[in-house]
C-alpha cells in the first residue's frame, strides 16, 4: 500500500517560510513523479506542484512560482516542498501524493496531510 506521512505544517506569519518532509514507503519512490496538492477551508483541492521521477523536471501553480520549491531524496525516500513568503491564501492542509505531477493524482495515493496556518 502506499504510504505518505507529511509533516513540517503549522502556524507562521505573513511574509515566512515553512519547509514540509513527507516520507514514502510502500511503493518504489524513485520511479514515481510525485506532486503536492492543498486544500484550503471549503475549497476543493488545488494542485500546488509536481516533480519527476529524478527530481530534474518541477512544475508549479502559478499562484506559488517564485515562492515555493519541490525537491526530492530518493535516497531517502522523501519529497519536500519549501515555502518561502507565504501569504494567508497559502492557508490549508498540504498533501503529499504519489503520481501526477502536473495533475491532482486520484484520492487514494493522497498521504496524510499537514496542516499550513498564514495568519498575523
Known amino acids: 500500500d502506499v504510504q505518505l506521512q507529511a509533516s513540517g505544517g503549522g502556524l507562521v506569519q505573513p511574509g515566512g517560510s515553512l519547509r514540509l518532509s513527507c ?69 490549508g492542509i498540504y498533501y503529499c501524493a504519489k503520481g501526477g505531477m502536473l495533475v491532482i493524482p486520484i484520492r487514494r495515493n493522497w498521504g496524510q496531510g499537514t496542516l499550513v496556518t498564514v495568519s498575523s
Not at 27 to 36: D, K
Request: net charge negative; no cysteine.
Open 23 to 91: 516520507a514514502a514507503s510502500g511503493f518504489t519512490f524513485e520511479a514515481s513523479s510525485m506532486t503536492w496538492v492543498r486544500q484550503a477551508p471549503g475549497k476543493e483541492a488545488e494542485w500546488v506542484a509536481g516533480i519527476n521521477r529524478g527530481g530534474e523536471n518541477t512544475a508549479y501553480n502559478e499562484s506559488v512560482k517564485g515562492r515555493f520549491t519541490i525537491s526530492r531524496d530518493n535516497a531517502a525516500n522523501t519529497l519536500f516542498l519549501q515555502m518561502n513568503s507565504l501569504k494567508p491564501e497559502d492557508t
